[in-house]
């Protein structure tokens, strides 16, 4: 598509329920990341993926938080027993490969999650 | 491992005025170098970045930066704020490496007056 699109942009969950963001990247874009910003934060890196393999994990907070990438597209963000420190809006971004001449993030307009 | 420190978590200036905005970074080796602009309700959109070469960089909106690598900064500039600009902006530093992973700042809330 022509720019990063992210569903939904609102979600209101009860704690302990599971949630799933999806994001859709820019056709073409081999590079897809995911990052969290709380209010008045800054973002904070979650997962990467080249491809649909996941290199770098290590910003995922705990075993509650996971992602997938299929087809080199389309990335889920599934977070299980939601709690309230979950709240945060979660940013996708997707790019061409680090080494090209092009790198640089696109950004969605992010899904803001609010757990009550 | 890399980070980035941007200094002034608000900065307010008068509409026309010069504008500055610092951030410093680490990182182990020359290091890619990003400036993002976040406009109320809007996603984050990259302003300009540095990779090699030049080390004074022009971006969109009338916006450059210039690489000082003694200094380890990156600051952004605009010789004349327009009250459009009022943004959040957020300073990046990604790898060479580790698949170009960006690590940003907390950011720096520009308010301009009229």
């Known amino acids: 598509g022509a720019g990063v699109s992210q569903s939904p942009s609102n979600k209101v969950t009860e704690k302990g329920k599971d949630v799933e963001l999806r994001c859709d990247p820019i056709s073409g874009h081999t590079a897809l990341y995911w990052y969290r910003q709380s209010l008045g934060q800054g973002l904070e890196f979650l997962i990467y993926f080249q491809g649909n393999s996941a290199p770098d994990k290590s910003g995922l907070p705990s075993d509650r938080f996971s992602a997938e990438r299929t087809g080199g597209s389309v990335s889920t963000l599934t977070i299980q027993r939601t709690q309230q420190e979950d709240s945060a809006v979660y940013l996708c971004a997707s790019s061409l490969r680090w080494d090209s001449p092009n790198y640089g993030y696109t950004f969605g307009s992010g899904t803001r999650l609010t757990v009550v | 491992a890399q980070s980035v420190t941007q200094p002034d978590i608000h900065i307010t200036v008068s509409e026309g005025a010069s504008l500055e905005l610092r951030c410093n970074y680490s990182?182990?080796?020359?290091?890619?170098l990003f400036w993002y602009v976040q406009s109320p309700g809007q996603g984050l959109q990259l302003l300009l970045k540095?990779?090699?070469?030049?080390?004074l960089v022009q971006g969109i909106k009338g916006f450059e930066a210039e690489f000082k690598r003694s200094q380890s900064s990156f600051n952004l500039r605009k010789p004349s704020v327009h009250w459009s600009d009022a943004a959040e902006y957020f300073c990046a530093v990604g790898a060479r490496t580790n698949a170009g992973k960006s690590t940003f700042g907390d950011g720096t809330t520009l308010t301009v007056k009229p």
């Open positions: 540095y990779f090699s070469g030049d080390t």
């Open positions: 990182y182990g080796a020359t290091p890619y």
